[in-house]
């Protein structure tokens, strides 16, 4: 790993610190053709699109949008930018937050199923010690709909909407989790630091060699950290899951976590018995813990979208061709990958069974319950998908 120290105290009157940070970038190849887990080119090939990815992401967080005193609100993880299994009901956003500002989030509050905002130390570059301050997760609306929240050192007197800031230099997070995708309504929040002086003051040389030096760690650091969870999915049999926690994860959350092996003429059954659970979801991956094309592809379903038969037992088929099953989960070709299923608070952490099979004996082993689907339907359920992650605004 390169010491990117270096990097603040380097000038611009030569390339020197430019070449530092490609050579970081260069670095990054290591993450698919040094991984011994990858034993094919088309995972290869989205690895190098991943790299792409980590790249984006790491512009915006690290250099375009490091201004606390002037923040901004970032949709961080979208149907372009995919990384550390990105949850495909949510909406995510980001901000920068230092603990000497008093800050104002406003607006309409939507009405996705789940609303948090939560507080976090440091930049999430040095993810190690991106540790949780404080979050909201009820917060109280106003007429038409409006939500007025403060964040801060210490809690203003007659404020309702409060989150507490740690000293120093941090971090928002704000997920929306939607249920319903066709109906629920997105929130249109602003923040602003009412601490902020306008302009703001002039750029300096040293301001970028900070930056360039954060850009560098969160190449550094923040794909480290998300390979060392993948390799743990391995550690279970295939077709198989088991559940763990994710230390920067959503504490709110049970994560279940497996891979999955499928070939072209095989399906995988996939049954559990669900828990009491005000949200649950499951999902299709990729080795680098992105989230499958769920705008294209029903390669996701939740509480709201699956069918679940009268015992409580939701069933879902893992294929390459459809099966003609409403439940179904859609590999697109890739004979492999991760699966991830979310509880949200629930009262018990079930974990699902896996059967690999033919697809062939498919309908033979499939109960009546399991409700089938003509292509007709099977076409406007993707349809309304692609036009609901345009509306909600998470292209």
Not at 78 to 100: E, K, S
Not at 260 to 275: F, R, T
Request: proline fraction near 6%; charge should be negative.
């Amino acid at each position: 790993m390169i010491d990117t120290t270096e990097i603040k105290n380097m000038g611009f009157d030569d390339p020197a610190i430019w070449r530092k940070v490609v050579r970081v970038m260069e670095e990054m190849e290591q993450l698919v053709w040094n991984d011994p887990l990858i034993k094919d080119n088309l995972t290869r090939a989205e690895g190098a699109r991943y790299l792409t990815r980590l790249i984006s992401s790491a512009t915006e967080m690290a250099i375009e949008l490091w201004t606390p005193d002037y923040p901004q609100f970032l949709t961080f993880l979208n149907t372009r930018i995919h990384w550390g299994l990105p949850a495909t009901d949510c909406h995510y956003q980001w901000a920068p937050v230092h603990g000497d500002n008093v800050y104002r989030i406003s607006g309409d509050r939507g009405t996705a199923r789940v609303f948090d905002i939560e507080t976090r130390t440091g930049h999430f570059a040095h993810i190690a010690d991106w540790a949780l301050v404080d979050r909201l997760t009820d917060a109280k609306v106003g007429p038409n709909n409006h939500v007025d929240i403060i964040l801060s050192r210490e809690r203003p007197e007659g404020v309702e909407n409060w989150i507490q800031l740690a000293e120093g230099p941090g971090n928002i997070i704000y997920r929306q989790y939607y249920y319903d995708w066709n109906t629920e309504q997105p929130a249109r929040l602003s923040i602003v630091n009412e601490n902020a002086i306008y302009p703001p003051p002039a750029l300096q040389e040293s301001d970028i060699a900070d930056k360039l030096a954060l850009f560098c760690d969160w190449l550094q650091q923040v794909p480290e950290r998300f390979s060392q969870v993948v390799n743990t999915y391995y550690t279970a049999p295939a077709n198989s899951m088991i559940f763990d926690t994710i230390d920067f994860g959503w504490k709110s959350l049970k994560y279940g976590k497996g891979i999955y092996e499928c070939g072209p003429d095989e399906a995988i059954i996939l049954e559990v018995k669900l828990p009491k659970s005000y949200y649950w979801s499951i999902q299709l991956c990729s080795h680098f813990w992105e989230a499958r094309d769920y705008h294209l592809r029903q390669t996701s379903l939740n509480g709201h979208q699956a069918e679940v038969d009268d015992e409580g037992v939701f069933r879902a088929v893992i294929s390459h061709r459809d099966p003609g099953i409403a439940n179904w989960l859609d590999a697109g070709g890739h004979e492999q990958g991760l699966l991830a299923i979310r509880y949200y608070e629930p009262d018990s952490t079930p974990i699902p069974t896996m059967r690999r099979v033919k697809l062939s004996e498919l309908d033979g082993l499939l109960p009546d319950s399991a409700r089938r689907v003509s292509a007709e339907e099977r076409q406007k359920t993707l349809r309304d998908r692609a036009w609901s992650v345009a509306r909600l605004g998470r292209e």
